[in-house]
């Protein structure tokens, strides 16, 4: 089994540096360009089923993918970005700098960092539980298939850092640049390999 793992392409707000989290914004020109090329890097191969989520940036991506090779493609809410709560809608730069403080400020009271959330909002550990149910579905599913998964940035990250062992504390260290690829292989023994992390070489193609 093969997943092929996107990043949705460039939006205004990613462009700017906007956290967007579960909210939408536009895709860029450049954005739309990212769409062709990816297209183009996945002509070789045998796709038999797409996976997005229901947020605009991921099925405008998903759905040029579907309608060029005449693909099946599912949405499914597990892979939606993580949801920041309060922290929605503002720099990136000041919502690290603010959810670090809070963070830091919630375990030194002794709060488990399992139970440490934006207001509203929802941590790694729930981020996790829902892409790792998310996972072990598709991974009995489909057998020495291919598919191909549009996801966002954090929920690629989480997607990586399960397969990876990481630590949760550690899943948002992984890059994903808009309109990535990255390729994970099913062994024979049930086993995910990730090859070719975070993949933007087709981007570069004119």
Known sequence: ??????????TEKNKKGILISQRDSDITEEGLDQIKKII????NEKIS?????????SVKTAEA??????????FDDRLKELNWGGLTDIPVKEVISKWTKYYGEEKARG????NIRPKNGENSFDHAKRVDNFIKEITKKYKNE???I???????????????????????EVKQDNGCINYIELDEKGKLTIYNLNYTDHLKNK
């Open 1 to 10: 089994m093969k997943i092929i793992l996107i990043r949705h392409v460039q």
């Open 40 to 43: 183009s890097k996945l002509s």
């Open 49 to 57: 089923t797409i996976y997005c989520s229901k947020l605009g940036r």
């Open 65 to 74: 993918i579907s309608k060029a090779y005449n693909v099946n493609l599912k």
């Open 111 to 114: 709060v488990p960092r399992e």
């Open 146 to 148: 291919t598919i191909v």
């Open 150 to 172: 549009v996801g966002h940035s954090g929920t690629n990250k989480v997607f990586i850092g399960l397969l990876k062992n990481l630590d949760p504390e550690q899943f948002y």
